[in-house]
Every structure is written in structure tokens, then in C-alpha cells.
């Protein structure tokens, strides 16, 4: 008899260890996702390519699936943690990891893509350990489901309902704000603060892994690749595409393929600008005919301004010839243009296009299309201006911020509920004191 009590309360520890597992993982996964859910897009867009749907990348299936994902990941994580719908989530979670385990052990037999994604740039995993972990997790979800009735809750039933509400409502609309604006959290190398220069070095006794940049140009219907050391001088030459190949494996630093080419002449600018003691401004438009043109006129007195004080503007493309051609017909841009890795585009600045703020390699500051600052914000010179100075917030203020909006709100809405239901208690206790005495004259 004492065995089968031992039994069943190690039984009923052990499900809900495996539940405190699988809210914090989902949680985590879910909140980086919708802090980051255009990198969440570009992941998916990757996942499309592989499985043969190319045509889908640059349809809103993969903004949905984003938005979804966090959603789903994060609502989950809050239902586990407090205990709410313990069958309906635990099922939930369950079919999640069925889905994901297979799909992980694809991906690590396969290698179609160098990473899942599934923490985002907070935490990368090899495919490998994304499968050992999707197993554990598999293992977990199958254990909650088993004793979902031994799973403890937090949280009465008459309550659960504000939570989830909350919880979804919160969720999609912080993963809207980041969508819009850029990552509260910025998990990339080139976060606000981050030293450029320093971030590509090597540490000493490491061997350096060797890339190659490579320039996809054409004339006479005729494409030909080109290094950064024969780069053509015939002016006939179109620019087509650029990539970024790994030559010889290393030791790789977190920034690697920050390479700068003047679209005019060709010629590197990486030291020039990295080197640059005054401000430079970078507009990073990965691809000129697919960038928000509602911000034009605010980019074009960003550089008015930039010419005026004598910063330096440039911007940043893998753009060919006749799309930056054709963006500076649209817009009336007079900046210059320079080429550089798709890739690296998108990891600097999540928007398309986006704006970055140098001064001597370093990230002084950073914007998204809908938040580059107007005339009001740049009535001075950047050195006497907040936005020319780098916000040293750390990652902790900001995560503590974070939680603080998300969880005094709900506490609130709990307490609110809580107090609601002590009124409703009281007067129904009251209604029935009554009809007792009432009865009781009566007879």
C-alpha cells in the first residue's frame, strides 16, 4: 500500500516536471518568435524553398505562419504553466512535438537548412541537437498528456478564461509592434551598441575561416562571376546578384561577411566607412523593388540632412543595376548606392528598408521604415542629439520591462475578476439570507 502511494506521487511529481519543461521551452520559443517575427518569416521562407514551394515565399503564408507560431508556442506556455485546460493543452502540445520530431530528424539527416530556427538568433542549435531536444521535449509532452489530471493548477476556472484571453491579445499585439518597428530585444550582432570592427575579429590562435564574395554580373545576355580582386572595369557589365561562400572552415567570428562595394566603381569601402570618426548613415534595403516606398520623403530628408552637416550617406543593396536604377526614378534618390550579401542585410536591420547609424564601426543607433526620425527629431547636429548617442539599456532592463508589462496587466484583470466574484458571492449569500428569513416568516 505504501509502495503504490510512493508510486503515485512520484507519477504525479514527474508530470508536473515535465509541464514546467514544456512552458518554459514554449514560452521562450514563442516570445522569441514574436520578438523577432520577421526573422521568424525569413526562416520559413527557407523551410518553403526546401520543400520545393518557392512560389509561396513572398505571399503572407509566412507572416501568418509567424505570427501564428509565436502565438501558438507562447499561449501554450502560459496555459502549462498555470494548469489551464490541462487535457486541451496537453493535446496540443503533444500533436506540436509529433510534428516536430520528425521534422528535426529531417532536417539533421538532410541539412537543408543550417539551423531550425526554433529560438531564433537568441539561441542557435545544430539540427542534431534540435533533434536531441525535440525528444526530450517529445518524451515531456507525452508524460503531461499521460497524467494530465496530475498536473497542479494555478488558477480556478473562473479565471482561466481572462488569462488565456490576455495572454493571446498581448502576444499578437507585441508581435505586430516588432513586426512593424524592429526586435525589442536584438539577439544579432549588430545590436544597438555593438562594435563592428570588434566583432569581426578573431581571437588570437584561432585559424580564420575563409570566405569569398562573389559578384553575379551580365552583358550580352551572358552572366559571369567576379571577385572583389577582378572585378570588371567595363562599365557594360550589369550588376546582377552577390553571394557569399565559405571556402575553407574556422574559427568564425559573430560578424564575418561585412563587405562593402561601391556600386559605381567597385572598389571596397569597409575600412573607409568602419574607420569613419564622424556618423554614417546606412539605408539597408535588401531588395529595392519589394522596399516600403512610404517612407521616401523621410529618407530623403535624412540624407538632406546628412548633406548638410557632412555625414556620410550611403545605401546598402543586393540589388541589381536595374532596380536601384529604378529606385532612384521613383524616389528621386541622389544618394550613392553600394553592394553587399543579401544575407547580412537582413541579419542588421529587420525592415526592408531600414535605417543604421554608424560612428567608427560602432551601432550608435538603428530604425525601422516607420520610425526614421522627421525634421523635428533632427533640429541639431547628432553629437547634441539623443539619437546620435548610443542607449546603453541593457538586455536585463529591457527583459524586466517586458515582464512588467506583461504581467502587472494581468494581475490587474485577475484581481479585478477575483473581486468581481467576491461581489457576486456576497450578494448571492445575501439573496439566500433573505429567502431563509423569508421562509421562516412565512411559517
Known amino acids: 500500500m505504501a509502495n503504490n502511494r510512493f508510486v503515485y506521487k512520484a507519477i504525479g511529481i514527474w508530470a508536473n516536471v515535465c509541464r514546467f519543461v514544456l512552458a518554459a521551452v514554449f514560452l521562450f520559443s514563442g516570445f522569441v518568435k514574436a520578438n523577432d517575427p520577421l526573422g521568424t518569416v525569413y526562416k520559413l521562407q527557407d523551410y518553403l524553398e526546401a520543400w520545393g514551394l518557392p512560389e509561396w515565399k513572398d505571399t503572407l503564408i509566412p507572416y501568418i505562419g509567424s505570427m501564428a507560431m509565436g502565438a501558438f508556442e507562447f499561449t501554450m506556455g502560459i496555459y502549462l504553466l498555470f494548469g489551464i485546460r490541462r487535457r486541451v493543452s496537453s493535446i ?234 529604378f529606385w532612384q526614378e521613383n524616389t528621386g534618390a541622389e544618394y550613392p548606392f553600394a553592394l553587399m550579401d543579401e544575407i547580412t542585410l537582413k541579419t542588421m536591420v529587420r525592415s526592408n528598408p531600414g535605417v543604421i547609424l554608424l560612428q567608427q564601426g560602432v551601432v550608435v543607433n538603428k530604425w525601422s521604415a516607420s520610425q526614421i526620425p522627421d525634421e523635428y527629431q533632427l533640429h541639431d547636429a547628432l553629437d547634441k542629439l539623443d539619437i546620435g548617442q548610443v542607449n546603453r539599456k541593457t538586455v536585463t532592463h529591457k527583459v524586466v520591462e517586458l515582464v512588467a508589462w506583461f504581467v502587472c496587466p494581468l494581475l490587474f484583470f485577475t484581481l479585478l475578476d477575483l473581486i468581481w466574484l467576491r461581489i457576486k458571492a456576497v450578494r448571492k449569500k445575501r439573496r439566500e439570507d433573505t429567502e431563509r428569513e423569508e421562509t421562516k416568516t412565512a411559517e
Open 92 to 325: 496540443l502540445v503533444l500533436l506540436c512535438m509529433c510534428f516536430m520530431t520528425p521534422l528535426t530528424l529531417w532536417l539533421a539527416l538532410d541539412n537543408p537548412i543550417s539551423d531550425c530556427g526554433c529560438f531564433g538568433d537568441a539561441v542557435i542549435l545544430t539540427n542534431w541537437e534540435t533533434f536531441g531536444k525535440n525528444v526530450i521535449l517529445l518524451i515531456a509532452a507525452v508524460s503531461a498528456y499521460r497524467w494530465n489530471r496530475r498536473l497542479i493548477k494555478f488558477v480556478t476556472d473562473k479565471v482561466d478564461w481572462l488569462i488565456g484571453l490576455y495572454t493571446i491579445g498581448f502576444i499578437l499585439f507585441f508581435s505586430l509592434y516588432c513586426l512593424t518597428h524592429l526586435p525589442i530585444l536584438d539577439f544579432r550582432p549588430y545590436y544597438i551598441g555593438a562594435d563592428i570592427r570588434q566583432g569581426m575579429e578573431i581571437p588570437e590562435g584561432k585559424k580564420p575561416p575563409v570566405y569569398e564574395t562573389r559578384f553575379i554580373y551580365e552583358k550580352d545576355g551572358v552572366q559571369k562571376e567576379f571577385t572583389i580582386d577582378n572585378f570588371p572595369s567595363d562599365s557594360t557589365w550589369k550588376f546582377i546578384d552577390s553571394k557569399t561562400i565559405l571556402k575553407e572552415k574556422g574559427y568564425e567570428p559573430p560578424i564575418h561577411d561585412f563587405t562593402i562595394v561601391s556600386q559605381e566603381d567597385g572598389s571596397d569601402l569597409t575600412d573607409e566607412i568602419l574607420d569613419d570618426e564622424s556618423y554614417t548613415f546606412l539605408l539597408v534595403a535588401p531588395w529595392l523593388r519589394q522596399a516600403d516606398e512610404g517612407a521616401m520623403d523621410l529618407i530623403n530628408e535624412l540624407y538632406d540632412y546628412s548633406v548638410i552637416h557632412g555625414y556620410r550617406f550611403l545605401c546598402l543593396t543586393a540589388s541589381g543595376d536595374q532596380d536601384i536604377a
